[in-house]
């Protein structure tokens, strides 16, 4: 019998999920730059780019586990 090598793949969806909380720090961040008196438009920029990165590494983790998943659930289901 065939093992598959143990991949992190729990691991890694619960890092795509986390991301959500570094996000909202920059949501948070970004609503505290933007209710100062003098406002930062550089420090902004940084926010904004920083969330950008995130959620693009967030689509790829999410779209990654995804599609591995489905691959050895299809598989799985034609070894039967």
């Known amino acids: 019998m065939k093992r598959n090598t143990t991949l992190p793949i729990g691991r890694t969806a619960r890092l795509a999920y986390e991301i959500d909380d570094l996000r909202a720090a920059c949501s948070k961040a970004a609503t505290h730059l ?3 008196r003098c406002l930062d438009e550089e420090e902004l920029d940084e926010c904004a780019r920083l969330d950008d990165a ?3 590494a967030q689509r790829l983790l999410k779209i990654s586990v995804r599609d591995i998943m489905l691959s050895r659930l299809n598989r ?3 070894a039967r």
Do not use: C, D, K, P
């Open 54 to 56: 995130l959620a693009q």
């Open 76 to 78: 799985r289901s034609r």
């Open 34 to 36: 933007m209710n100062q």
